[in-house]
């Protein structure tokens, strides 16, 4: 059941950049001209489907139907992060009008292979800090697109959840990958939250996600009382495994999708990504109509979001409070 919105708006206005880009995305396309956008996931094609399939559908409202008035050519990273830059330079050579690329590892294996096909990012990292942009309200190069961290409280606010949620708990283990530049991002941000709400943290590097005995082992050794479990697209692709695990633990623990807790996590607190990826999709709509990607400025997402699964807490033996459930989004009963 819905309860409340969380709505996050960055106003930004666009100015005139200067970078140069292939003269043929300054004008409108020819309308006997289709077309090609290549989208580089870093999922598995079934995690990434509700995403995709967003993306299709708000490129049709803004009227791009594939395969008509669009061709989209799709690339799967499977949650490896080091299969990325070989298939950004499939996409790139296929010579397409613009460039979607999902989370960090995405982000940064599109920029490497070019510097001129325009990109719309969903990137975790600040585009200042990770080089993607001279200035958020002015990107000023080839890239744009949505900084899914904008809200810097983002994980202190889910930590805060899980306190919120469990008041007992005082150690929490952070579920990180190990080799992905989408969490590395995040964890310098854990120290601190964690003291402003008074809990200790201890970073649990993940290897091999597939080896579901031996992370929790891991976590069994790190002696933490909960979970907040990291955004990698590896976590993502394997999430069903990851509940499962973390059930068998009988340890609460939050997540930064709801995709975590559709799959039986306990809770989630983040920002919506069908949505991301709607936006993403007006981005690559108005560069096909002839705008700059140096002067769209890098956006937000629109809208965070707290889901509790009521079945999973009551599996766990956990009780939430209604004064808890009341602060959700939804509620899964």
Do not use: H
């Given at each position: 059941?819905?309860?409340?919105?969380?709505?996050?708006?960055?106003?930004?206005?666009?100015?005139?950049?200067?970078?140069?880009?292939?003269?043929?995305?300054?004008?409108?396309?020819?309308s006997s001209i289709r077309p090609l956008v290549g989208v580089l996931s870093p999922l598995s094609m079934a995690a990434a489907a509700r995403y995709i399939a967003a993306l299709r559908s708000s490129l049709?409202?803004?009227?791009?139907?594939?395969?008509?008035?669009?061709?989209?050519?799709?690339?799967?990273?499977?949650?490896?992060?080091?299969?990325?830059?070989?298939?950004?330079?499939?996409?790139?050579?296929?010579?397409?009008?613009?460039?979607?690329a999902g989370a960090q590892s995405g982000a940064l294996a599109a920029r490497g292979v070019t510097r001129t096909i325009p990109i719309v990012a969903i990137t975790i990292e600040d585009p200042v800090v990770s080089g993607f942009a001279s200035s958020i309200a002015r990107p000023g190069g080839n890239i744009t697109g949505t900084w899914v961290l904008g809200d810097s409280a983002l994980v202190a606010k889910g930590l805060d959840f899980l306190k919120m949620a469990v008041p007992g708990v005082a150690r929490v283990g952070v579920l990180i990958g190990s080799d992905d530049p989408n969490d590395r991002v995040s964890i310098p941000l854990f120290p601190a939250a964690g003291r402003s709400i008074g809990v200790a943290i201890e970073l649990i590097e993940v290897r091999d996600v597939s080896k579901a005995d031996a992370v929790a082992a891991e976590i069994m050794r790190a002696n933490v009382q909960a979970l907040?479990?990291?955004?990698?697209?590896?976590?993502?692709?394997?999430?069903?495994?990851?509940?499962?695990?973390?059930?068998?633990?009988?340890?609460?623990?939050?997540?930064?999708?709801?995709?975590?807790?559709?799959?039986?996590?306990?809770?989630?607190?983040?920002?919506?990504?069908?949505?991301?990826?709607?936006?993403?999709?007006?981005?690559?709509?108005?560069?096909?109509?002839?705008?700059?990607?140096?002067?769209?400025?890098?956006?937000?997402?629109?809208?965070?979001?707290?889901?509790?699964?009521?079945?999973?807490?009551?599996?766990?033996?956990?009780?939430?409070?209604?004064?808890?459930?009341?602060?959700?989004?939804?509620?899964?009963?």
């Amino acid at each position: 059941m819905r309860r409340r919105d969380f709505i996050t708006l960055l106003g930004c206005s666009a100015a005139a950049g200067a970078a140069v880009l292939r003269p043929q995305l300054l004008a409108a396309q020819p309308s006997s001209i289709r077309p090609l956008v290549g989208v580089l996931s870093p999922l598995s094609m079934a995690a990434a489907a509700r995403y995709i399939a967003a993306l299709r559908s708000s490129l049709r409202d803004l009227g791009y139907v594939e395969g008509r008035s669009l061709t989209l050519a799709l690339r799967y990273g499977d949650g490896v992060p080091g299969r990325l830059p070989p298939l950004a330079s499939e996409l790139v050579a296929l010579n397409p009008d613009v460039l979607l690329a999902g989370a960090q590892s995405g982000a940064l294996a599109a920029r490497g292979v070019t510097r001129t096909i325009p990109i719309v990012a969903i990137t975790i990292e600040d585009p200042v800090v990770s080089g993607f942009a001279s200035s958020i309200a002015r990107p000023g190069g080839n890239i744009t697109g949505t900084w899914v961290l904008g809200d810097s409280a983002l994980v202190a606010k889910g930590l805060d959840f899980l306190k919120m949620a469990v008041p007992g708990v005082a150690r929490v283990g952070v579920l990180i990958g190990s080799d992905d530049p989408n969490d590395r991002v995040s964890i310098p941000l854990f120290p601190a939250a964690g003291r402003s709400i008074g809990v200790a943290i201890e970073l649990i590097e993940v290897r091999d996600v597939s080896k579901a005995d031996a992370v929790a082992a891991e976590i069994m050794r790190a002696n933490v009382q909960a979970l907040f479990v990291g955004q990698t697209p590896r976590f993502l692709s394997a999430r069903t495994q990851i509940t499962e695990m973390i059930a068998g633990l009988k340890l609460p623990a939050v997540y930064v999708w709801r995709e975590y807790t559709d799959s039986g996590g306990l809770m989630s607190y983040g920002s919506n990504l069908p949505d991301i990826y709607r936006q993403s999709a007006r981005l690559v709509s108005r560069i096909l109509k002839g705008e700059n990607p140096a002067d769209l400025p890098f956006e937000v997402p629109t809208r965070y979001e707290l889901v509790v699964n009521l079945k999973t807490a009551k599996a766990m033996g956990l009780t939430i409070s209604d004064a808890f459930l009341l602060l959700a989004d939804e509620v899964i009963e």
